[in-house]
């Protein structure tokens, strides 16, 4: 069940939404509603769309012009004519016959992302359907029923169709209501059937008017679910890994030379710059950074935590870029230009292609898993005592022999693995479907969700270091006197220490950080310290 609201209802207008928006809504429960204007626009295209259905829009031969997905039937289908009284059967079996997804459901969390999304997509007023979608789509988010979405089965072109047509199933009903095709949802965090569900939450169901089922389903909406959440916690988590390395520089009794501003003047690039100015606000004032003379260099782990956190900030601001355009974009076919001069005013493009999203995830995976990758070296040399600056071999503790880091480090390198393996481009795979007429599809689905499941796991790598690196401060600290953390790094630390006991064990330790980490605490933390840190 989701959280009730603090902030006023958003206005879905088709060219506002945010990130933070759809992690409002998707997370917290935010309110959103259908703006005055693209309520009008919606009711303009609809207007034309029923039209067309109604056989009135003619050709030169006299006879009803074809506008696929109104009177025609789609994909390979497209030159197939359907008389007037099937049309209005068309967008019920098409969501009936696309709902084949399989697998595991798809997150609650995500899937309330897809459908705001959805609605913000159909407000841009193209796609030739009523304003009632939306209305529906905000009154489900707002009652808090969720379709069963499964996981696995869409190629991200034509869009997302097999995922959102399983919402379609829980939004769409026939001339008679059918529990058996409604799908699955949960309502309040209960499962039940779509007809249910949507009966408890006491939302009619609708009857799809033509080009409804299609406009439903026909978007990346799913892909971009994935990559708005995934980004949006990537971009805090870049953040997380510059105060995790930080620590970790202290605990090592790094060398700051590598971090001087004027350094990254010679090679400017914005994220590595940043990144070395977050080290070293974070480390500033510490009695255990440049504290031994002899020492030259660090190792790559530590010194070129600008080169490596700083592309991955780069890499976030390409991904982010690029989901904020289709965050507020139109991903139909055919759209609807109302103002173009010709009769027709249907355009059948490629606006649903997910391949966009598709490379933008795939490469927000592979700046993942630097960031896991180069976080698991800092905490393999936390652990190992010829690297770590004379801290006890595995930060055994002499009162509790056995409780070290063995344990922790090789989970770190267990998840830096398998963020190896699903960093496969998904983006460079193509199956033909459709009978070729998709002959190009983006794969972007499995991209986005990949890059879901690398986001987790990259976050509990920064979380073992930050708990790996604590351990080693602690020890500083007790066994070094006159130690002075560095303000930022003191910040976190207490906010780390606070969170966990003795008694725990180290999957509980791992979890506990985690959360805090996904609450932004540690952040919040170093910012009220006094660090200026500048967003990833």
């Keep these: 069940m989701m959280d009730q609201p603090h902030n006023p209802q958003l206005p879905l207008t088709g060219g506002r939404l945010t990130l933070d928006d759809v992690a409002a809504v998707a997370r917290n429960g935010a309110r959103v509603h259908l703006a005055h204007d693209a309520r009008l626009r919606m009711a303009a295209t609809r207007a034309w769309v029923a039209s067309v259905a109604r056989g009135e829009l003619l050709g030169e031969d006299g006879e009803p012009m074809p506008v696929y997905g109104v009177n025609t039937g789609y994909g390979s289908l497209a030159r197939v004519r359907l008389p007037l009284d099937a049309i209005r059967e068309l967008s019920l079996n098409l969501v009936r016959s696309h709902a084949a997804g399989m697998g595991e459901p798809v997150e609650p969390e995500v899937v309330r992302a897809m459908m705001v999304l959805r609605a913000n997509a159909l407000a841009k007023g193209a796609s030739g359907c009523r304003p009632a ?99 949006h916690d990537a971009s805090r988590l870049a953040l997380d890994a510059d105060i995790a390395a930080s620590m970790s520089f202290e605990a090592l009794r790094g060398t700051l030379r590598a971090f001087h501003p004027d350094v990254h003047v010679l090679r400017p690039y914005p994220g590595a710059m940043a990144s070395a100015a977050a080290v070293r606000g974070v480390t500033a004032g510490s009695s255990l950074a440049d504290s031994l003379p002899e020492k030259v260099q660090d190792a790559y782990s530590l010194r070129c935590v600008p080169q490596v956190h700083g592309s991955v900030r780069d890499g976030l601001r390409f991904v982010r870029s690029q989901v904020e355009i289709e965050l507020n974009s139109a991903t139909d076919n055919p759209i609807f230009l109302l103002n173009d001069p010709s009769a027709n005013k249907a355009f059948s493009a490629g606006l649903f292609h997910g391949e966009p999203i598709g490379l933008a995830a795939d490469h927000l995976r592979l700046v993942l898993c630097e960031l896991a990758a180069i976080s698991e070296r800092r905490i393999y040399r936390l652990a190992t005592g010829t690297l770590s600056a004379r801290l006890p071999p595995l930060l055994v503790q002499k009162d509790r022999p056995g409780l070290g880091l063995l344990a922790p480090q090789a989970t770190a390198a267990a998840l830096v693995a398998e963020c190896r393996s699903l960093g496969w481009p998904a983006g460079s795979d193509s199956i033909p479907t459709c009978e070729d007429q998709e002959d190009m599809v983006a794969m972007s689905t499995t991209a986005a969700r990949r890059a879901w499941q690398v986001m987790q796991s990259a976050r509990r790598v920064i979380a073992i270091e930050m708990m790996s690196a604590a351990k080693a401060l602690r020890w500083r600290l007790e066994n070094e006197p006159g130690t002075v953390l560095g303000i930022g790094t003191a910040a976190a630390y207490h906010c780390i220490v606070a969170g966990q006991t003795d008694d725990m064990t180290p999957s509980k330790r791992i979890e506990v950080v985690e959360a805090i980490l996904a609450s932004g605490d540690v952040l919040q933390a170093v910012v009220t310290a006094g660090v200026p840190l500048e967003v990833a």
């Design 133 to 231: 979608l939306v209305d529906t789509l905000c009154e489900m988010l707002a009652k808090d029923v969720v379709p069963v979405v499964p996981s696995r089965g869409s190629c991200g072109s034509s869009g997302d169709l097999a995922p959102l047509s399983h919402l379609g199933l829980v939004l769409f009903r026939g001339e008679e209501e059918d529990e058996a095709s409604s799908g699955m949802a949960w309502h309040k965090g209960v499962m039940m059937s779509g007809l249910k569900a949507m009966a408890a939450a006491g939302i009619p169901r609708l009857i799809p008017l033509p080009k409804e089922g299609l406009a439903i389903c026909n978007g990346a909406q799913l892909t971009t679910a994935y990559a708005s959440l995934a980004v």
